[in-house]
T-cell receptor, first 115, second 113 residues
Framework: AQKITQTQPGMFVQEKEAVTLDCTYDTSDQSYGLFWYKQPSSGEMIFLIYQGSYDEQNATEGRYSLNFQKARKSTNLVISASQLGDSAMYFC????????????FGTGTRLKVLA | DVKVTQSSRYLVKRTGEKVFLECVQDMDHENMFWYRQDPGLGLRLIYFSYDVKMKEKGDIPEGYSVSREKKERFSLILESASTNQTSMYLCAGGRDRAFNEQFFGPGTRLTVL
């Protein structure tokens, strides 16, 4: 069965430093997509970055990058040069290519950037 | 700019009331989803729809129903609201392809007294 695990309920990082948010997943499918979303205090979920299971290179989007380790079934989000506006909840999600249309979400990590 | 809107940001209802949460998307997306978000539990899927008049149960459908009469609108119905349905409700839309992201509405924070 699909499962997403985020083991860090909360993280602190100093402004301008890099931070890594962990995410592991479980699936028996060979083809799947992995997603990260940001949820500021306003509540709206914002899509950040995507990694496909067959992508050979780690995804990058501006200051966001993924450390995708397929054999270990992990897809950690790296935020470089943290800014105060990065303080938010971060969710990892997965969708398998076969079967249903469902996305599975982790429980989230609350990141606080310190000035 | 793609948009998903939800009828209310905040809603207060009484136990036993019938509650309608409305979601509208302007992206012409096939798929629409309703989640509830609770602290420490992340997002849990209530129902989703992959076409007009089509619906599938998610992980926690008990106490909820849905309606999708038009492609752009997906309604979540609480037939008889209970206090344990106090939560944040998030609607999302997405393309009918495995590797496309979802687009979320701003959420409705529902309190059932």
């Amino acid at each position: 069965a699909q499962k997403i695990t985020q083991t860090q309920p909360g993280m602190f990082v100093q402004e301008k430093e890099a931070v890594t948010l962990d995410c592991t997943y479980d699936t028996s499918d060979q083809s799947y997509g992995l997603f990260w979303y940001k949820q500021p205090s306003s509540g709206e979920m914002i899509f950040l970055i995507y990694q496909g299971s067959y992508d050979e290179q780690n995804a990058t989007e501006g200051r966001y990058s993924l450390n995708f380790q397929k054999a270990r079934k992990s897809t950690n989000l790296v935020i470089s040069a943290s800014q105060l506006g990065d303080s938010a909840m971060y969710f990892c999600a997965m969708r398998e290519a076969s079967g249903t249309y469902k996305y599975i979400f982790g429980t989230g990590t609350r990141l606080k950037v310190l000035a | 700019d793609v948009k998903v809107t939800q009828s209310s940001r905040y809603l207060v209802k009484r136990t036993g009331e019938k509650v309608f949460l409305e979601c509208v998307q302007d992206m012409d997306h096939e798929n629409m989803f309703w989640y509830r978000q609770d602290p420490g539990l992340g997002l849990r899927l209530i129902y989703f729809s992959y076409d007009v008049k089509m619906k599938e149960k998610g992980d926690i459908p008990e106490g909820y129903s849905v309606s999708r009469e038009k492609k752009e609108r997906f309604s979540l119905i609480l037939e008889s609201a209970s206090t344990n349905q106090t939560s944040m409700y998030l609607c999302a839309g997405g393309r009918d392809r495995a590797f496309n992201e979802q687009f979320f509405g701003p959420g409705t924070r529902l309190t059932v007294l």
